[in-house]
């Protein structure tokens, strides 16, 4: 069933982050441990928060595991 996004889901998921400072697409897992930056800027993308990871730039989609 096509509906909401569940932000609570018990599955980690890959997130498609793009930089807000460069624009580069980058990968990163919904969860970390530690803070992530732009591989082309440098700038904050995500930060380490309650297990979950923060995201700082602008979510383009989602990569699920299960989405084959
Ligand atoms: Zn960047």
Do not use: H, W, Y
């Amino acid at each position: 069933m096509m509906g909401e996004i569940a932000m609570t889901g018990p599955r980690s998921k890959f997130l498609k982050v793009k930089c807000g400072d460069c624009g580069n697409v980058q990968t990163i897992f919904d969860r970390t441990n530690t803070r992530i930056s732009c591989k082309v800027c440098g700038a904050t993308m995500a930060v380490p928060k309650g297990g979950k990871a923060d995201i700082k730039g602008e979510v383009m989609g989602r990569l699920d595991a299960d989405q084959e």
